[in-house]
């Protein structure tokens, strides 16, 4: 985790006021997008929107791409941007919980070759009460803030 810079200072969860689409009165997972990773660089992170109807909770995270993923927070501690592995992700009823870059994310821990722009990944979150859900992650370049409008639905 490089490139970390001012810009980061915004942590934790951003709930998204734009959170209108329709209610299917599922547990939904989009705008799944990660990062390029770097030349040798074995972790990458990845970030999601997670909507529910009903209040939820993401307790684990895996991709055939890594070792292993982790839930992670990000905190300023004085000027230095510290990242912890957290346990779950509260997902409160009918607000979106978007992750990413600066605040909450899931790390991919142990990758077996770089992430590299244009391609993507499968993705499985586990929650507590809606089960599992796989979803195709898409690879945006070193430094990308968000999906690219393409990949949006
Ligand atoms: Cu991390």
């Known amino acids: 985790m490089r490139a970390l810079g001012i810009m980061l200072l915004v942590t934790g969860f951003v709930l998204s006021a734009s959170a209108v689409s329709a209610q299917t009165g599922q547990l939904e997972v989009d705008n799944a997008w990660a990062r390029a990773t770097p030349g040798k660089s074995a972790t990458g992170a990845a970030y999601v ?4 109807p009903t209040a939820d909770k993401l307790v684990a995270v895996s991709s055939p791409v890594a070792k292993k993923a982790e839930l992670h927070t990000m905190s300023m501690s ?25 605040g909450t994310h899931i790390m991919l821990v142990g990758l ?11 993705l499985t979150l586990t929650f507590e009460k809606a089960g599992s859900r796989t979803v195709n992650v898409a690879v945006e370049k070193i430094g990308a803030m968000g999906p690219t409008p393409a990949a949006q639905h």
Do not use: C, E, Y
């Open 78 to 102: 004085g000027m230095v941007m510290k990242m912890r592995p957290i346990a779950g992700i509260d997902i409160p009823a009918g607000q979106a919980v978007t992750l990413q870059p600066g």
């Open 112 to 122: 077996a070759k770089p992430l590299q722009t244009g391609q993507a990944f499968p």
């Open 49 to 52: 929107t997670i909507r529910s």
